[in-house]
């Protein structure tokens, strides 16, 4: 009985002083091809397009806090994201997060700016589509003026065409807009996504 205790004794110190096993993590796939040119910058009427990154985190803060209760609404339609309680460093974060997944072409968040770059109208993004038969899904904001002055549509109709020209996806998912969301919930149930 005392050599098993001993013997159990050494088994136990021998795993215990082994390093720990490192699970090893698929990395996302790339939502592009390493051939295709992703887009840095692109134009329409009365705007550009920027790749959001840290040196846009007060620009998106101010625009993102200035619609709190309008993107709960109309973009997320969760109380989760944006909140007044968002601190600098946690903003700070995101717009590292997003930058991280665009170098990694993982997916693509962009500023929706004034042409002089000096207020953000909204953003847009192209990620990897959750629901089978899509390619990507693309989801646009904008702030509740600008909502309101009908620049959403004016953005929407130009984003569909700019997709459709620079990007190589046959089939978008368009949620809240092409796709109701109550259809598109019910495709991210049925996947569990």
Do not use: N
């Amino acid at each position: 009985m005392k050599r098993l205790a001993i013997a159990a004794a050494a088994a136990a110190a021998v795993l215990l002083a082994a390093p720990p096993v490192q699970a090893k993590l698929v990395p996302p796939t790339p939502l592009v091809a390493p051939t295709f040119a992703v887009p840095t910058s692109a134009t329409g009427p009365g705007f550009r397009l920027q790749p959001l990154g840290p040196d846009l985190v007060k620009i998106d803060f101010d625009a993102y806090m200035s619609s709190v209760e309008h993107l709960q609404q109309t973009f997320t339609r969760s109380t989760e994201w944006p909140h007044a309680g968002i601190s600098d460093a946690d903003a700070l974060l995101d717009m590292q997060t997003e930058a991280g997944r665009f170098q990694r072409r993982e997916s693509f968040a962009y500023s929706v700016l004034t042409p002089d770059g000096k207020r953000e109208r909204g953003c847009l993004y192209v990620a990897p589509s959750p629901v089978l038969g899509y390619d990507a899904v693309v989801r646009i904001w904008v702030t509740k003026a600008e909502y309101d002055a009908g620049f959403d549509q004016q953005l929407a109709a130009w984003a569909h065409r700019w997709i459709a020209r620079k990007w190589p996806f046959r089939k978008v998912a368009w949620p809240g807009r092409d796709i109701p969301w109550a259809e598109w919930d019910a495709l991210t149930a049925k996947k569990g996504a």
